[in-house]
Nanobody, 125 residues
Framework: QLQLVESGGGLAQPGGSLRLSCVAS??????????VAWFRQAPGKEREGLSC????????NYADSVKGRFTISRDNAKNTVYLQMSSLKPEDTAIYSC????????????????WGRGTQVTVSS
């Protein structure tokens, strides 16, 4: 079973930056067998898929809401995926979660069997 733990959330000012990390662990797994995505859920809203990076890190996709502001990357030697967030807006306030699945990336949260608990990001002046 793959476990995921997010970190790096907190309070940021509008226009500021944060970097989130998602660290994977488990009894027996190869991190480079998994595609990893970031999702977020704001109060009263549905969960939104933000970005997904493929197993080797060569391909990434982004939701229109974060394209050009957020960058996903991974370091397979550290079993870690990052989400660099810049030009933050108050509407980016949400709980951010990472999720992993084999085979291929997806924006469909139901296709991801492994999830972290999330980290809170608040953008406010």
């Amino acid at each position: 079973q793959l476990q995921l733990v997010e970190s790096g959330g907190g309070l940021a000012q509008p226009g500021g930056s944060l970097r989130l990390s998602c660290v994977a662990s488990g009894s027996t797994f190869d991190f480079d067998d998994y595609n990893v995505a970031w999702f977020r859920q704001a109060p009263g809203k549905e969960r939104e898929g933000l970005s997904c990076i493929n197993r080797q890190g060569g391909t990434a996709n982004y939701a229109d809401s974060v394209k050009g502001r957020f960058t996903i990357s991974r370091d397979n030697a550290k079993n870690t995926v990052y989400l660099q967030m810049s030009s933050l807006k108050p509407e980016d306030t949400a709980i951010y979660s990472c999720a992993a699945r084999p085979l291929s990336c997806s924006s469909d949260e139901t296709r991801f069997p492994s999830w972290g608990r999330g980290t809170q990001v608040t953008v406010s002046s």
